[in-house]
């Protein structure tokens, strides 16, 4: 998949995070059906949670994939098992009960979720997300003037020992930004925490994701702020083959471009100008 395609559109864990406490939403009931459906369609394959929550997360959430799956498991329509990730924790792989021979396919799905999971690497992924959204905002005038910043404008964040990934400014507008280039979404309870330090520190929030849910950014928008969503998580240069070899394997959005495209960061542009023209008009 080339970089042209986004025009269309730290270390957490890619795999078993706990995932928040929330109310049974009835929208699990229709993720069950579709699950089940999609299992019994591909009985002959197995398949881990992440990779399933990424493949609908169009339409679902993670945290009701994850829902539907528990229960479909607990009510024995579909298999699952917790196997061991060398070097990381577990894996949860699910499966269709009919599907006996499915060993040798889970060992697969390990090596290679074990592969981008290793710690070198999802440091990798990281910087690379870090460096690539410095280069693109620039190039479009935000700058990106401190780091792994706790002080602004002479005010400190000492409620938690968080800081914020970058401080990008444009037009006199200063925006705390963080940038997770990772297949979960960013845990709640830090988005939060990141929102209530932009709101001390007398910035706007910017949050950099590879994909958020739409209570996430309605949190975000309502400090003025903005959530950039760039849908494919951005593997190392020079690795583009194992992030085809993943895309191919496991149906993920992985991607090696050699830039963000003008189209992602050109939606951050536009609503900054329109933010800004209707301050001045104000």
Excluded at 120 to 149: C, H, N, W, Y
Excluded at 162 to 179: K, N, W
Excluded at 200 to 206: A, E, F, K, S
Excluded at 262 to 278: A, I, P, S
Aim: include cysteine; hydrophobic fraction near 40%.
């Amino acid at each position: 998949m080339t970089s042209e395609y986004w025009d269309e559109l730290e270390f957490d864990p890619e795999l078993e995070e706990p995932e928040e406490a929330r109310p049974r939403d009835k929208v699990v009931d229709e993720a069950k059906g579709e699950l089940d459906r999609f299992i019994e369609d591909h009985r002959k394959l197995v398949f881990y949670q992440r990779q399933i929550q990424v493949i609908f997360e169009d339409k679902y959430f993670h945290w009701i994939t994850s829902h539907a799956l528990l229960e479909l498991a607990a009510e024995g329509r579909i298999a699952s098992e917790n196997l061991p990730l060398p070097g990381t924790g577990t894996i949860t792989i699910y499966r269709a009960i009919s599907h006996r021979y499915w060993r040798r396919q889970a060992a697969e799905i390990i090596a290679l979720v074990s592969a981008f999971s290793a710690p070198a690497f999802t440091a990798a992924l990281g910087a690379q997300g870090e460096l690539m959204f410095d280069a693109a905002l620039a190039s479009v005038g935000f700058i990106p003037t401190d780091r792994k910043v706790r002080t602004y404008g002479g005010k400190t964040w000492t409620e938690t020992g968080h800081d914020l990934d970058r401080i990008f400014q444009r037009d006199g507008v200063a925006y705390g930004t963080e940038i997770k280039n990772t297949l979960g979404y960013i845990g709640r309870d830090e988005l939060l925490v990141k929102i209530r330090m932009c709101r001390h520190l007398g910035i706007r929030p910017l949050f950099i994701v590879r994909m958020a849910p739409k209570n996430y950014i309605n949190e975000v928008q309502k400090e003025g702020g903005f959530t950039l969503v760039f849908k494919y998580q951005l593997y190392p240069f020079g690795q583009k083959e194992f992030a085809d070899r993943v895309k191919a394997a496991l149906g993920l959005w992985t991607d090696s471009p050699v830039r963000i495209s003008e189209g992602t960061v050109d939606r951050f542009l536009k609503w900054h100008l329109r933010r800004l023209g209707g301050a001045k008009r104000g």
